[in-house]
């Protein structure tokens, strides 16, 4: 598979950015469904609301009471939406849909997405793409096939602290591009969702967690790694939650081209404010906290805070306005199918670096 280099077009037009989130003709109103609603959904759902030019006109969970709840914020914001226990059925007979936004669990996405795609929707589906690499080369075959608009929820690429210091690296702020250092360090995953814990229906914790930050990394390297190392396991929260069987730590070096490496530890240790997340990107001119957007040159202090855009914004009400945006003006988004494919396919090459203690080559799992 080829994988194209990422270019000035993957950096969201900030300074457009007002425009996307001020108002539309009623014509040009998109009628939106939310497809299970409930962590991460109902947030999407209440995001989806601030932003103008579009109508909730569907909700849908298997959990009667969530979809009931997603059509109580609906109502609250002067909108109706029907409810659905059945996203297909929904699709069959509520023929007012244009744009379908889902966040069910990880291992439900390749079906979901596909069977949303092969009906003409316009769909913001959640990450990761899917949980094997046969899975999502056939999202990503699907969504080139698609007419829709096809847009993977990595929200991050939206983030205005983050989105201005790619802007910012890409634009040789930072000079050559050196070195990427990781962290994400916090309490252990939240035990009312089952699921998380489950490797077999998230991908383990590379896949389900670490993915933001490893995106992060190759979008400011600007290509794929070319091989990954990894060590990982479980110390802390051993058969706990009971039948556990994602990792509670691991740590990883990605080589990608030109000697560049991605230095990467998450885990579930940390006591309240301990370490938290870092995502720093180390260049030949300074360096760069990209989650904060400020910059350390190498010759002077201080450290600079950059001109961000939208600062006060939130990236999930970002990123959704981008997708509305995009399926407007018939845009491609910056994370579309085959953006996510390779985000998706690095925290995948990880988890294999980790469970067969072995260096995992990029080819082996794109080619
Ligand atoms: N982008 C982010 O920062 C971010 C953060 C958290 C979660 N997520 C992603 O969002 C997705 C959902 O995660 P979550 O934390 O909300 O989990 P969750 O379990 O809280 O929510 C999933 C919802 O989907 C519903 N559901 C399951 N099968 C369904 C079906 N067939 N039809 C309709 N609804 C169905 C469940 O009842 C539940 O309400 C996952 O893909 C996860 O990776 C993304």
């Known amino acids: 598979m080829s994988q194209p280099r990422i270019t000035r077009r993957d950096v969201l037009p900030l300074a457009a950015a007002p425009a996307i989130l001020r108002a539309q003709a009623p014509s040009d109103v998109l009628r939106v469904a939310h497809v299970g609603v409930g962590n991460r959904g109902s ?25 009931d709840q997603a059509a109580a914020a609906v109502a609250a914001a002067g909108g109706n939406a029907r409810k659905w226990t059945d996203f297909r059925k929904m699709l069959d007979e509520q023929k007012d849909i244009d744009a379908v936004v889902l966040a069910t669990p990880d291992w439900t996405h390749k079906d979901f997405d596909i069977a949303i795609l092969e009906v003409g929707k316009h769909l913001y589906a959640e990450k990761p793409l899917s949980l094997t690499i046969d899975d999502c080369k056939m999202v990503a075959a699907a969504a080139k096939q698609a007419k829709g608009t096809f847009q993977v929820g990595f929200q991050l690429r939206h983030d205005p602290n983050r989105n201005a210091s790619q802007k910012f690296i890409r634009e040789g702020g930072i000079g050559k591009v050196l070195m990427c250092h990781g962290i994400r360090h916090g309490a252990d995953l939240p035990r009312n969702i089952p699921w998380y814990f489950d490797r077999t229906k998230c991908g383990d914790i590379v896949v389900d967690q670490g993915i933001h930050i490893l995106d992060q990394f190759t979008w400011a390297i600007g290509s794929h790694p070319l091989r990954v190392m990894g060590s990982g396991g479980t110390n802390l929260f051993i058969d706990d939650p009971p039948g556990r069987t994602v990792m509670d730590n691991y740590s990883l070096v990605l080589e990608y081209p030109g000697g560049v490496r991605v230095n ?104």
């Open 264 to 367: 990467f530890s998450h885990h579930y240790f940390d006591p309240p404010g301990f370490t938290g997340i870092q995502e720093r990107v180390f260049g030949s001119n300074g360096s760069i906290e990209i989650q904060n957007a400020v910059w350390q040159p190498r010759d002077k202090k201080p450290a600079v805070k950059l001109d961000v855009p939208n600062a006060d914004k939130d990236a999930s009400v970002m990123s959704l306005a981008a997708f509305v945006d995009n399926v407007k003006n018939g845009k491609e988004p910056i994370n579309n199918a085959e953006s996510a494919m390779r985000s998706t396919l690095v925290p995948i090459m990880a988890t294999r670096a980790i469970y067969e203690r072995r260096i995992v080559t990029w080819e082996e799992v794109a080619g």
């Open 43 to 67: 947030l999407l759902l209440r995001s989806m609301l601030k932003v103008p030019g579009i109508q909730v006109v569907a909700v849908c969970d298997i959990l009667p009471e969530r979809a």
